[in-house]
């Protein structure tokens, strides 16, 4: 009897060691409080990189929100709400000037092309853009990159917006696929999984990707308020280490093994769909290799913010973004 006691007693130190090891692991992990623009398919690495622990390995936890829009994301970062914040970049040349003091600092990118397609009503191989000519499209925010890209492709494309084309703009980023649905346009402009699910639900069908016809464009970068990251510089290289794994990772694996890597963070699709969807958006060399923010991207972007009559004034380089961290990353 006294041999079996001592066992149970040995049994439950173990145990209790284990949890407790567990807990001082957690106990270890440093909160990163992180806002996306959307919850899309379209930041495959960047849930490869939770999914397969790589946040975790950096020291770092990952509360994880959605903005579901540039301005609540931006407004997140500000308050205070959020540390870090994932959007397009347009946001940060916006609160820079407009004078804000603790702006906010791009340190690395993931989308170098825009994750948007343009559907219509039935399907068209042989789309071309002058075929929106005196019809209506469901587009984006004014002011928000979804929006400037259009925009930009079909002045590319001699399209005069507002005047040669009808553009819905004032639909929140939510509800446009329902408008859609609902008989509203010719043709909408939206991101993935919404795109594939409007077409398997027959409601329309993808005629182009606004990705492959606006060329490489910094379309989604994280960033964070001059403060936060002046006190933070560990926080952010190690978030940024992560993400640089989650691009490799992404690299390195076939649309199927990065649908199945993501799929926690889409319970509602299926493998398929998902792998559908990677395979669109890899195959357009949608994502970059590593975190580095080019400068004429940055000179691109000025330029689209620019044609589109949003912005001001142009803004340095070297102020809004901060490519140290990305290139500590990838050394």
Not at 88 to 106: K, L, P, T
Not at 238 to 254: E, P, R, S
Not at 286 to 313: H, M, V
Request: hydrophobic share 40%.
């Amino acid at each position: 009897m006294k041999k079996i006691l001592v066992v149970f007693v040995l049994i439950f130190v173990v145990f209790a060691t284990t949890l407790t090891g567990c807990s001082k692991k957690d106990d270890d992990l440093i909160t990163v409080r992180f806002n996306e623009v959307v919850h899309s398919v379209f930041y495959a690495p960047q849930y490869v990189a939770i999914e397969k622990g790589f946040f975790e390995e950096e020291g770092l936890k990952i509360d994880l929100s959605t903005g579901w829009g540039a301005d609540n994301s931006m407004i997140a970062v500000l308050s205070g709400n959020a540390d870090i914040g994932f959007m397009g970049s347009e946001a940060s040349v916006y609160v820079y000037n407009e004078g804000q003091e603790d702006y906010v600092v791009n340190f690395a990118l993931l989308c170098q092309r825009a994750g948007n397609f343009m559907l219509g009503r039935e399907d068209d191989p042989n789309f071309t853009w002058d075929k929106v000519k005196g019809k209506t499209i469901v587009g984006g925010r004014r002011g928000g990159m979804p929006q400037m890209v259009l925009e930009y492709i079909l002045k590319q494309n001699n399209i005069t917006p507002y005047t040669d084309v009808n553009i819905i703009t004032n639909i929140d980023f939510t509800a446009t696929a329902g408008a859609f649905s609902g008989g509203t346009g010719d043709y909408i402009v939206d991101f993935e999984p919404t795109a594939s699910a409007l077409e398997n639900e027959g409601v329309g069908t993808v005629v182009a990707s606004l990705g492959v016809d606006s060329g490489y464009v910094p379309y989604t970068a994280y960033m964070a308020r001059k403060s936060y990251i002046e006190k933070n510089p560990e926080i952010i290289q190690k978030f940024t280490n992560a993400i640089y794994k989650g691009q490799q990772w992404v690299d390195a694996h076939t649309p199927e093994e990065i649908a199945k890597a993501i799929k926690p963070q889409f319970p509602d699709t299926n493998v398929e769909t998902l792998t559908q969807i990677v395979t669109r958006y890899k195959e357009q060399d949608t994502w970059r290799l590593d975190p580095l923010f080019p400068e004429e991207g940055f000179d691109l972007l000025q330029n689209i913010l620019d044609e589109a009559g949003e912005l001001s004034k142009r803004v340095p380089f070297e102020v809004l973004v901060d490519n140290s961290f990305a290139n500590k990353a990838i050394e």
